[in-house]
Nanobody, 122 residues
């Protein structure tokens, strides 16, 4: 049974930082691309960042230069370091893993966590 658990969200002022963590079990973590998504109220879930098994990363344009995705295969954990946070970053952040990575981009697997709320005040 695959389990994905996110943590690290919270309330922060604009310009602040947070680090999200996601631990995945039930999959061979080191053999899978991992991804962070977010969903703001009234909006569709969007892909924020991905990291492949080789460590290659990709980011949504609005977070480039501010967010950093990383992974620790020994801990089955993927991180999202978020700096220079803006009110528009407010959303529930979700971790996803095990989906295929095509030339068109990452396709999510059915394995989602419960999400962690990030709120950025102005």
């Amino acid at each position: 049974q695959v389990q994905v658990v996110e943590s690290g969200g919270g309330l922060v002022q604009a310009g602040g930082s947070l680090r999200l963590s996601c631990t995945a079990s039930g999959i061979i973590f080191r053999l899978n691309t991992m991804a962070w998504y977010r969903q703001a109220p009234g909006k569709q879930r969007e892909l924020v960042a991905t990291i492949t098994i080789g460590g290659s990363t990709n980011y949504e344009d609005s977070v480039k230069g501010r967010f950093t995705i990383s992974r620790d295969n020994a801990k089955n954990t993927v991180y999202l370091q978020m700096n220079s946070l803006k009110p528009e970053d407010t959303a529930v952040y979700y971790c996803n893993g095990g989906g295929p990575y095509y030339s068109s981009g990452y396709q999510p697997s059915p394995y989602w966590g419960q999400g962690t709320q990030v709120t950025v005040s102005s």
